[in-house]
């Protein structure tokens, strides 16, 4: 995807079943390059919408181990913003702006020059609110590189949500196994208490780290801040 493209303004409210909103997805590719895109002002409000996910840009993800990608992967110069689910119905149902998941061997994953801000999902149970996820080790034997830099992810809000936590600006994580060195250099994450949570058992984080027993995560230059008032955070 090149040039600058734009998805934005849709406000869907039709009384289905839920089914996820990916606004940009990749499967099986080689060699990806996503850039100059802005996603922005989409609201969901369905009745029927529990468990679904609206994401900006999802790379596998249903995790496959057959359809992953690889290569060069390269996210960058992009902006996310205003996406909402907004349906007091909504139980375990969850708002992202990247994801990435399972990458094949040696790939190179890079993601830089992103915006991500005011996102936000009217989750009661599990529900998450995520920046920028990864999850990108392909198991046993194989090998990824991260490098993540120059981001900056504000304005995420969750406040019914008992997820934990549930607030993520940067979610980092390894598939069982596998070796992901990963690097987040001179991003910028601020999760505030504009809006506090109602849920007593509130959890945020700037940056959550989960499965990194055999993977390498260094952190330089960044400004991490989280001034949520309720709830645990981190």
Same mark, same amino acid.
Do not use: C, K
């Given at each position: 995807?090149?040039?600058?493209?734009?998805?934005?303004?849709? =406000?869907?409210?039709?009384?289905?079943?839920?089914?996820?909103?990916?606004?940009?997805?990749?499967?099986?590719?080689?060699?990806?390059?996503?850039?100059?895109?802005?996603?922005?002002?989409?609201?969901?409000?369905?009745?029927?919408?529990?468990?679904?996910? /609206?994401?900006?840009?999802?790379?596998?993800?249903?995790?496959?181990?057959?359809?992953?990608?690889?290569?060069?992967?390269?996210?960058?110069?992009?902006?996310?913003?205003? /996406?909402?689910?907004?349906?007091?119905?909504?139980?375990?149902?969850?708002?992202?702006?990247?994801?990435?998941?399972? /990458?094949?061997? =040696?790939?190179?994953?890079?993601?830089?020059?992103?915006?991500?801000?005011?996102?936000?999902?009217?989750?009661?149970?599990?529900?998450?609110?995520?920046?920028?996820?990864? =999850?990108?080790?392909?198991?046993?034997?194989?090998?990824?590189?991260?490098?993540?830099?120059? =981001?900056?992810?504000?304005?995420?809000?969750?406040?019914?949500?008992?997820?934990?936590?549930?607030?993520?600006?940067?979610?980092?994580?390894?598939?069982?196994?596998?070796?992901?060195?990963?690097?987040?250099?001179?991003?910028?994450?601020?999760?505030d208490n504009a809006v506090p949570p109602t849920a007593a058992t509130h959890q945020s984080s700037v940056v959550y780290l989960a499965n990194m027993t055999t993977s390498v995560l260094e952190m330089r230059n960044n400004i991490f801040v989280n001034t949520m008032a309720a709830g645990t955070r981190a």
């Amino acid at each position: 995807v090149s040039g600058r493209n734009s998805f934005r303004n849709i =406000n869907s409210t039709v009384t289905i079943g839920g089914s996820d909103i990916r606004v940009i997805e990749a499967n099986a590719q080689r060699d990806l390059l996503i850039e100059r895109t802005d996603i922005y002002d989409l609201i969901v409000n369905i009745a029927g919408w529990t468990t679904s996910v /609206l994401g900006g840009i999802r790379l596998n993800p249903a995790n496959s181990t057959a359809d992953f990608n690889d290569g060069n992967i390269v996210i960058r110069d992009i902006n996310i913003y205003n /996406l909402e689910l907004q349906n007091t119905a909504v139980t375990t149902g969850s708002v992202l702006g990247i994801e990435v998941l399972r /990458l094949g061997n =040696n790939a190179n994953l890079t993601i830089n020059n992103v915006s991500i801000s005011d996102l936000f999902t009217n989750g009661n149970s599990t529900a998450l609110n995520r920046g920028i996820v990864i =999850n990108s080790g392909a198991g046993s034997g194989t090998l990824v590189n991260a490098n993540i830099y120059n =981001n900056l992810v504000y304005d995420l809000r969750a406040p019914r949500s008992t997820g934990a936590p549930s607030i993520r600006a940067f979610d980092i994580q390894n598939s069982a196994a596998g070796l992901m060195n990963a690097n987040l250099y001179y991003n910028t994450a601020y999760i505030d208490n504009a809006v506090p949570p109602t849920a007593a058992t509130h959890q945020s984080s700037v940056v959550y780290l989960a499965n990194m027993t055999t993977s390498v995560l260094e952190m330089r230059n960044n400004i991490f801040v989280n001034t949520m008032a309720a709830g645990t955070r981190a």
